[in-house]
Structure formats: structure tokens, C-alpha cells
């Protein structure tokens, strides 16, 4: 409703001024939406801004009304649009269907790549942002509409799975043992470290069996294998706890075994880019790189990164456009990845770089075991999360309560990570995350239960589609920006904008409740605040199953 109301808006600017660029912006406090068009108009009519923009608005005031119901009026230098009751009526009967917010089926094809840490150990605090930036981007997506395949890119032959390997073939690890498998593999390989760091002579075995991988000794490669296996299904244990999955898991080896690897090596060393000496590598310095880029070592053997050039051909080749989330410490090999496809004329990724989230405990690092997994933080946050759940609902069973707080503690992780924006690092601060009165997940999902409640104690109603009063349109028209907020998650790859708009409309709508009667209202006052509280449960429930929330009817 809000874009098609802005578009028409737009069409009449255009079609009064001449002009393309009349894009509409936030009108702030003063109106829902503003054209600057004065601005660009000044110099070529020789006029101020201010008395241009008053014609203007005089000009298509009628025309504005008539197709849109929205005043118009200007402001300074500003052309002012207010949306009117037409408006209000139509996102209410929008807001209360199921699936609010979706967007038309889309032909652009996309793939997104999340996750993808390395099968050495369990995912750890520092991996989840990654997953949930991910997986919150995933869910936009295919609100708006997207065909899109969510990706694992699984490092299978590196070395530190190959430590893995080696760690297991001397020291008799059991890694068919009981327990969470990505547990136990991470106790082979700060083993396995802590052996290479007192004789480092021992890593001519870890590049031997790197060799042997790449050459496609099949013994090598079962060896590397089984541990990968075991590790990956405990990751996807982890995931799912978090409400996550993927389509694919693309394994690294792949483009070895197919031959994609030694195929765009070969393109690259045709490049006039290529320095061809002992090792290859890529001259990038025309993109500001300092240092060359090296893809092949001098024993013959690929690196990562150009099994990954060869990955991102592949998904060039297959999708329309490809998307990778990763973390700040990549920021060089992924720009540098960029430039190289590129050079080649291949599709380029778009590449989320996020920051790192920790724990006031501090860093982490799976080499040297110094680290709090995910399904450690999960664990706890749930064990906070029954906590202040039993205060609060004594009289539930204790399997009722426990499944309200896993939802509770899924929802207070998820949204404490994602509300910040990517480029800014932050702490998981367990009493923020968990306060259900503040800006918070469970704050929230409070809010939806709420709503559900009234609705309950209501029993029945007769749907009025009308919003009156300062406080009905405030909340309508927030509901409303429901579509544009997702559209703009997936045009800017901006997942926090989501966060914040469901805080917001959760404020509004607790400031709504409180300011005006709902319940004890009476005939169609009463009607139309019902109908508004549910097309607020619906928004909020569409919102947060977009942020991979669950919408909880009661906490």
C-alpha cells in the first residue's frame, strides 16, 4: 500500500514537473512522505525553493487527493504528503490477511552463502552472526518474493581438516563416540595443535596429506571424510535449535574433483594480471591491493582461494545474483575475490562483512580451545530465559514453561545479534537480551501475545476497517511500512532495519494500548480498535517469523 500510494505520488510529480528525479523521502514528523524537487528546480526556473515548492504543491493538490487521498502541502522547500482515510482503510484490510507483507514472485534468481565455518569444532558465539545476519536475509527474501537457495560452503580439504585427519590417525581419537560429533572433533584438533606447536617439524605430514587430497588419493580422501561428516551433523543439530537451515551443502572438494579449479586457473594465468614464478598469483594493484594475490603454492597444490573463485563462477553461471555473508577478517580475500572475478568478467558477489559479536567472557579461537559454543550460549540463555519465565507464569507445567523459554532464548539471541548493524561489533549482553520490558526480542513477542490476548477476551467483533485519532493512525501507518522494511532489507542487504522496525511498532502499539480503551470501548470504537490490535498481531507475527522468531500467543 505504502509504495503504491509513494509511485502514484510520483507519477503526478513527474508528470507536472518534466522532471525524473522527484524520488520520494521520509517526511519526518511533518508527513509521511517529501519530494526535495524544489531543490533541483531553483536554478533552472531562477526562483526559491520555497515558492516553488508552494506552486507545486498547489498545482497537484486536487490530483493527489483524488487518486491517492493524501494531502498535499508545502512546507518551507518541501512538498509534504499526508496519507489520508483511504489509506488507513486499505493497510487494514491488507494487515489482517495471512502473509502479510509477501511480496510478487520475482524472477531474479538468488543465492545466498552463510555460515560455512570450517568443520574443525562446534559453531562458536563468534560464528553466529554470521548464521543469523544469513538466515534473517534468507527469510526477507523470500517474504519479497525471491526464488532463492541458501548455501554451506564446506571447507573439506584445508588444513585444518586436515589436522583433523591427522590428529585422529595418531593420537586413536574415537570420533564415532557418543556425544555431539562437532565436539568431539574439536577436541582432536586442539590436540593435534598442541603437538604441531611443540614440534613443528610434524606439519611436513599436515602439507603431505594436503597433497594427497588434492591428487585424490582415495584414502586420503575418506579420511578427511568421515570427520567432516560427523562435525557437519552436529553444526546442522545447532542450526536447527536456532531455527536455521540450508538448501545445499556444496563441498569444497567439488571444483577439485570436476576440474572447475584447474579450469580457472588456467584462465587466470592467461590474465595479463598473472605473475607466474614459483607460485601463481594475481597482480591486483590496479583495484589497490599492495600485495599479489596467490592462488597456486609452489608445490603445485591449489589454495583456498581459488577453489572459491571457482565456487563463485559456478554460482554466477546459475544464479542471477549471489550474495556471501562473512566476517570482517575475510574483508581482504573476499575483496580480493571480487576483483579477481572481475577481471575475468564473471559475476561478482555482494559481499555482508559483519563485525565480531563476543561475550563480556572475551575472545575466541577453536585452535587453542579457548572458546564458548553456540549450543553453550543457547543453553544458557534458555536456562535464564525458564528463570524469569517461572516468575512469571508459576502455574504452568514445567514442560510448558521450558518451551516457552527455548523460544524465549532463540528469540533473545537472535534479536540481540541482529538489531546492530553488521559493520559494528557488539557484546551479548545475557540481561538486555532477556529484559522483556526493553528492546528486546521477548520484548517483542510480549508484545504479540498481548495482542493475542485481548483479542481473546474479546470473543467476538465485527471487523471495522477505519483508524481515527491521533494514536489508531499513528499505529496504522507503522504498520504499513511492513512491505517497504522488507523491501528495503533485501534492496540494501540490511537485516537490522527489520529489527528495529518491529521494536518500533511494538512501541507504538504498548503506547496504544495504554493510551486507549480497547476492550472496555464500546460499538464501532470498540470494533475498530480490535480490528487494528489484529492487524497488529498479524504484522508483528509476519515480522518476527521473518526474523526466525517464534510468535508466542502467550509468555
Known amino acids: 500500500m505504502y509504495h503504491n500510494t509513494c509511485d502514484v505520488i510520483t507519477t503526478i510529480l513527474r508528470e507536472h514537473t518534466g522532471k525524473e528525479d522527484v524520488l520520494l523521502t521520509d ?15 531553483a536554478k533552472e526556473l531562477k526562483k526559491a525553493p520555497a515558492l516553488i515548492a508552494k506552486d507545486i504543491a498547489e498545482a497537484i493538490k486536487d490530483k493527489v487527493l483524488q487518486e491517492t487521498g493524501a494531502q498535499t502541502l508545502a512546507v518551507g522547500p518541501y512538498v509534504n504528503f499526508i496519507f489520508g482515510a483511504q489509506y488507513c482503510s486499505n493497510v487494514l484490510k491488507q494487515a489482517v490477511c495471512d502473509g502479510y507483507g509477501k511480496g510478487q514472485s520475482q524472477s531474479q534468481r538468488v543465492v545466498l552463502e552463510h555460515t560455512s565455518a ?38 573439506d580439504m584445508g588444513r585444518q581438516i ?58 586420503t580422501i575418506s579420511q578427511f571424510k568421515i570427520p567432516v561428516k560427523r562435525c557437519l551433523d552436529g553444526f546442522k543439530d545447532t542450526l536447527a535449535a536456532m531455527h536455521v537451515k540450508h538448501d545445499r551443502f556444496v563441498y569444497e572438494s567439488d571444483f577439485i574433483r570436476n576440474g572447475d ?48 573463485i571457482a565456487f563463485h563462477i559456478w ?15 575475510h574483508k581482504l580475500i573476499g575483496t580480493q575475490l571480487q576483483a579477481t572475478l572481475d577481471i575475468l568478467g564473471e559475476r561478482v558477489p555482494e559481499i555482508v562483512f559483519f563485525e565480531f559479536v563476543s561475550l563480556p567472557e572475551g575472545s575466541m579461537s577453536t585452535r587453542k580451545g579457548k572458546f564458548i559454543s553456540a549450543d553453550e550460549l543457547i543453553a544458557e540463555t534458555e536456562r535464564r530465559a525458564l528463570e524469569e519465565v517461572t516468575v512469571r507464569r508459576p502455574e504452568l507445567s514445567e ?56 483479542l481473546d477476551k474479546a470473543n467476538s467483533y465485527t471487523p471495522c476497517f477505519e483508524a481515527e485519532g491521533e494514536g489508531e493512525i499513528a499505529l496504522t501507518k507503522q504498520i504499513a511500512l511492513f512491505p517497504k522494511v522488507i523491501q528495503e532489507v533485501v534492496t540494501e542487504l540490511k537485516p537490522h532495519l527489520l529489527a528495529i522496525y518491529a521494536r ?48 508466542l500467543r502467550a509468555m
Open 27 to 41: 517526511g519526518g514528523d511533518h508527513a509521511d512522505v517529501a519530494s526535495t524537487i524544489a531543490f533541483s528546480l
Open 118 to 155: 570450517n568443520p574443525n569444532g562446534p559453531l562458536h558465539v563468534g560464528h553466529i552472526r554470521n548464521t543469523i545476519i544469513g538466515d534473517t536475509l534468507t527469510r526477507s527474501f523470500r517474504k519479497a518474493g525471491y526464488p532463492l537457495e541458501v548455501q554451506y560452503y564446506v571447507n
Open 162 to 219: 586436515a589436522i583433523v585427519a591427522w590428529g585422529i590417525a595418531t593420537q586413536g581419537a574415537d570420533i564415532h563416540a557418543e556425544g555431539k560429533g562437532d565436539h568431539l572433533i574439536a577436541e582432536v584438533y586442539i590436540e593435534a595443535n598442541r603437538h604441531l606447536e611443540k614440534d613443528p617439524a610434524l606439519n611436513a605430514e599436515i602439507d603431505r596429506l594436503m597433497q594427497m587430497v588434492e591428487s585424490g588419493d582415495p584414502d
Open 261 to 308: 579449479t584447474a579450469k580457472a586457473l588456467s584462465r587466470i594465468s592467461h590474465l595479463p594480471e598473472a605473475r607466474i614464478e614459483e607460485t601463481l598469483s594475481l597482480d591486483l594493484s590496479a583495484y589497490g591491493f599492495e600485495k599479489n594475490y596467490i592462488l597456486r603454492r609452489s608445490d603445485g597444490t591449489s589454495v583456498y582461494a581459488a577453489r572459491d
Open 315 to 329: 554460482k554466477g553461471h546459475n544464479f542471477d545474483r549471489i550474495i556471501d555473508v562473512l566476517g570482517a577478517d
Open 399 to 454: 514442560e510448558e514453561r521450558k518451551k516457552i523459554a527455548h523460544s524465549v532464548a532463540i528469540s533473545a539471541i537472535r534479536y540481540d545479534i541482529i538489531r546492530t548493524i553488521p559493520e559494528k561489533s557488539t557484546v551479548f549482553d545475557w540481561k538486555e537480551a532477556l529484559d522483556f520490558e526493553k528492546q528486546s526480542g521477548p520484548y517483542i513477542q510480549y508484545a504479540h501475545a498481548r495482542a493475542c490476548s485481548i
Open 504 to 551: 518500533e511498532l511494538a512501541d507504538i502499539f504498548n503506547s496504544f494500548y495504554h493510551a486507549e480503551p480497547v476492550l472496555k470501548a464500546e460499538g464501532k470504537i470498540r470494533d475498530r480498535r480490535l480490528t487494528l490490535v489484529d492487524a497488529t498481531r498479524n504484522t508483528l507475527k509476519e515480522a518476527l517469523e521473518t526474523l526466525g522468531i517464534d510468535a
